[in-house]
Structures are given as structure tokens and as C-alpha cells.
């Protein structure tokens, strides 16, 4: 008896395993040894003529996923696709003998399989496996979707990515380019002296960015945790403990709004240089991406979404405040009380939150008007001191910090600081934090005492960056959402 809630396509398929097992093939196979993949035949042989195949035979043993699959009576073709690339195979029933030869008839798309033959060209010459043995090796209870119409739904692919990859060249580009990214990151930094280091996701205290964090609770030690916002401080803790130059490549989690640019559970790298600051930052940021552009694409002009960026240093840098000038002509250098600020929010349609302070208005000017405005790389410098908790003062007006973040194509990309390293400082930093959580600024950091302390031991000047590696990977793959650079995003489930 079948499952009630199995279709007609999926009991027939079930039946044909059924028949595999009563002729003593295994629906569900074994080990099998390959010796090429379809790449490599194309890549070794896909200029060998007909005459040279013929004259040396090429033997070759390959397993994949059937895809297409045509042809009737005593011979047939189809196309095996492995992880890189497809490649046809020509069967015989003369050639396999009956028993295979009626395996292969049987077969359905979605069907794993092991071929063994020789390399010819067809009378199309199109590169080919004459198969000389045919093993069943998997086989598919449910049809593969209908590669035209079964995929059109994007919120199906990112919630069964397994269908994606086997029908969505696209997708396996992404899934196979990530890590290539990755590793381009970590050469540049390995290159330059950092060490890679890890640190806990586990934190009991919110900081290192202001977001708001999921909160998990340790039985154990009958503690409530967070799942961490950033890396941040403990990096920094690694330079007050004298290892100069570090950094992490990690998953941050944040309990926020999901949109094209925005997941939960996102993966970024935060790198902390003693002795340096934020401008030593501005360089290795515009170093890295135009490095990992190089590696990856073999240029520094990259394609997103029908607009060229251009990734070679050197980027335009900018202060926020000149920013907004540039755009609005209100002149946030100018010193003004809160309530200045506030009529001049209300005077151009900028929302004021109940614990905005001067320089949370400059920032909402700066959302409202400047960010949507900026497509190719741009350092934007000098952020507030309300907004940015863990940067050194601007020497020539406290107001600002030395802070920075990089935009590309209308979105955030790097944050960075000259890190603030006077402990006395830093905690009146956190006691601000505080208030600001006490009037509803739900990012607001807590007090990390500990963090405190270490400073107190010494901090050497220091400039750290955080690059989020997913909107890199976005846009070196001109990829719109972030959920499909993600192989598992999060996603509501089904009514």
C-alpha cells in the first residue's frame, strides 16, 4: 500500500523501485568509482577530434543525476549532470545487453546513475559517452519540477534550495563562488600578518553594535545568553592581550526586519590593527574588495544589476556632515541646540524617536536623504558620537568620531573606527548606552564591566573594520537578494 498523500507520478516511480529490488538492483546503490567528472571531459578532450577518439580510445567512468533523457526502441541518449557541468551519454541495447538496457528504459529523470565507456562525437559532434555499462545507483521518488515553470516561484527554491542547485545553474554558481570568496578574504588577510581567530557566539553581554539579539538560555550555568550581535569586543580583548593584528570570518545574528538586504543570521569579518586607525582601515578596505574583484572575476569593473562599480582604489571619501550639506543644504556643522535640530528634522519630514539626540538627527538626515543617492564605493566619515558608542572623539570637534562606513549601490558594507580605547571614556560611553535603553532604544549596548577592565590594562591605538561578507558576495555575483546567497535562508513557514 502507498502513503495517502503521495500522487500518481510518485506511485509509479515507487512501483519501479519496487521492480529494481525484485531483479536485484538496489534502488538506493552503493559506492561507486568514478574517474572523470563532465568538467574534466570537456576540459581535457573538448578538442579532440572524431579521428582522435577513434584512433585512441578514452575510457572513462562517471556517475550523475539523469536531467534529459530521449530517444526509443533499441538506443537512446541523455545527459548526466554532476556538481560543474553535464555531459551526454549515448546507450545501446546491443552494447549494455537486455537486463541494463531495461533498467535504462525504466529509468526517470532525477535518477542517479554510473556510466561506463568511451569518448566519440556525434554525427552533430557533440562530445559523448558511448556507454559500455550502465549501474543504477539512486533512484528518484519524485519528479524533478518542471525546469520552465516548477521553478518561477522564488520563495519555493530558497525553502527546497536542493531543487535549486539541481535545476538553477545560477544557484550553483553562488553556492560554489561563496566559499571561493571567503578564502580570497582570508589570503588578503593571512597575506598581511592578521591571525584568524575564533570567539564565542554565546555572549551574556549585548554590544559591539547596536542591534537587537535573540536571547537563548544555558541550563547549566542558569544563565540567559544572547547569540552575538557582532564580534567586536572580544577581537579587541586579543589586542590588549598583545596579538597586534587579528580577525574572524563568523555568523552574527540579529532579531530584526528580513528584506532583500537583511537576514537574521548573516556571515561578516571584523579585523582590529594595533597602531592603526580608521584611515589605515579606509586602505585595507579599498585594498581587500578590489583584491578579492581581481580573484574572483579577474576585474575591479563589476556588473550589478546592468551598473558598473568600480572596485579599484582610490574611493571617494566624504564626510557625513558634508554629505547631507551636499543634499539638503542644512549645515549640521553649525553648532545648535536639540531643539534647533529637531525644528530643522521637522522642517524637512525627518522622523524624531522619543530618545533622538543631535546626532541621531544628523544620522536620520543622512538615511533619509544621502544613502539612496550613493552607487559606487563611498567612504563616508565622521558619524556622531551618540551613534557610535566604541570610536575615538574627532580631536577638532567632539561632536564627530573618528568613524566610518562604506557604501556601494545604496547599501552599508563596512563599518569601521578609530577604536576607542580611553577606559574612563568607554564607560561613560556605556552609562549613555544605558539611558538611551531606558528610553525605548531597544539597540542600545549594556555595560560590559569586563571590556572596561581590559582597557584599563591598556589598548594600543587601534583601527578595526567589519565587512559584511554576504552583500559582497551579492554584489560580486550580481545577485539582488541575500536570502540567495544564503543556501539556507530563513523564511516564514506555509500557511
Do not use: C
Not at 590588549?240 to 569579518?269: C, Q, W
Amino acid at each position: 500500500m502507498f502513503p495517502e498523500d503521495i500522487n500518481e507520478q510518485q506511485k509509479i516511480r515507487r512501483e519501479k523501485a519496487k521492480a529494481l529490488k525484485e531483479k536485484g538492483v538496489d534502488p538506493f546503490g552503493q559506492k561507486y568509482l568514478r574517474t572523470h567528472d563532465a568538467k574534466t571531459i570537456h576540459k581535457t578532450y573538448g578538442n579532440f577530434t572524431r579521428e582522435e577518439l577513434e584512433k585512441q580510445p578514452i575510457h572513462v567512468s562517471i556517475a550523475g543525476r539523469i536531467v534529459l533523457k530521449r530517444g526509443q526502441g533499441k538506443a537512446g541518449f541523455m545527459h548526466l549532470q554532476d556538481r560543474d557541468d553535464k555531459i551526454q551519454v549515448y546507450v545501446r541495447q546491443d552494447q549494455l545487453g537486455e537486463d541494463a538496457y531495461e533498467i535504462y528504459r525504466q529509468a526517470d529523470l532525477g535518477d542517479i546513475i554510473g556510466i561506463e565507456g568511451v569518448l566519440f562525437r556525434t554525427k552533430t559532434n557533440e562530445l559523448t559517452v558511448n556507454a559500455s555499462t550502465y549501474t543504477h545507483l539512486t533512484k528518484a521518488l519524485r519528479p524533478l519540477p518542471d525546469k520552465y515553470h516548477g521553478l518561477q516561484d522564488k520563495e519555493e527554491t530558497r525553502r527546497r534550495r536542493y531543487l535549486d542547485l539541481i535545476a538553477n545553474e545560477e544557484a550553483r554558481f553562488v553556492a560554489k563562488t561563496r566559499p571561493r570568496i571567503i578564502r580570497s578574504i582570508q589570503n588578503y588577510f593571512d597575506s598581511r600578518g592578521y591571525i584568524e581567530v575564533e570567539t564565542p557566539v554565546l555572549q551574556s553581554i549585548l554590544g559591539g553594535a547596536s542591534a537587537r539579539p535573540f536571547i537563548t538560555h544555558h541550563n547549566a550555568l542558569h544563565m540567559d545568553f544572547y547569540l552575538r550581535i557582532a564580534t567586536e569586543l572580544p577581537l579587541k580583548r586579543l589586542i590588549v592581550g598583545g596579538l597586534e593584528a587579528v580577525y574572524e570570518i563568523g555568523r552574527l545574528f540579529r532579531n530584526e526586519g528580513m528584506d532583500s538586504k537583511h537576514n537574521p543570521e548573516f556571515t561578516s569579518v571584523e579585523a582590529y590593527l594595533a597602531y592603526g586607525d580608521m584611515y589605515d582601515m579606509m586602505d585595507l578596505i579599498e585594498g581587500l574588495l578590489s583584491t578579492v574583484a581581481l580573484d574572483i572575476l579577474g576585474t575591479t569593473d563589476v556588473t550589478y544589476q546592468g551598473q558598473i562599480v568600480h572596485l579599484a582604489a582610490p574611493y571617494k571619501r566624504i564626510h557625513m556632515v558634508d554629505a547631507i550639506k551636499e543634499e539638503t543644504g542644512v549645515d549640521f556643522w553649525q553648532h545648535m541646540s536639540l531643539e534647533d535640530a529637531k525644528k530643522i528634522a521637522k522642517a524637512h519630514e525627518v522622523e524624531v524617536e522619543k530618545h533622538f539626540t543631535y546626532g541621531h538627527i544628523v544620522e536620520a538626515f543622512f538615511d533619509q536623504f544621502v544613502e539612496e543617492k550613493i552607487v559606487q564605493p563611498t567612504i563616508i566619515y565622521g558619524h556622531p558620537i551618540e551613534i557610535s558608542p566604541l570610536a575615538k572623539k574627532n580631536l577638532d570637534d567632539p561632536r564627530f568620531t573618528e568613524r566610518f562606513e562604506l557604501f556601494i549601490m545604496k547599501s552599508e558594507y563596512a563599518n569601521a573606527f578609530s577604536e576607542l580605547n580611553d577606559p574612563i571614556d568607554q564607560k561613560e560611553r556605556f552609562e549613555n548606552q544605558l539611558k538611551q535603553r531606558e528610553m525605548g532604544n531597544l539597540e542600545a549596548n549594556e555595560m560590559d564591566i569586563d571590556y572596561v577592565e581590559a582597557l584599563e590594562y591598556g589598548m594600543p591605538p587601534t583601527g578595526g573594520i567589519g565587512l559584511g561578507i554576504d552583500r559582497l558576495i551579492m554584489l560580486l555575483t550580481d545577485t539582488p537578494n541575500i536570502r540567495d546567497v544564503i543556501l539556507f535562508p530563513h523564511l516564514k513557514h506555509k500557511d
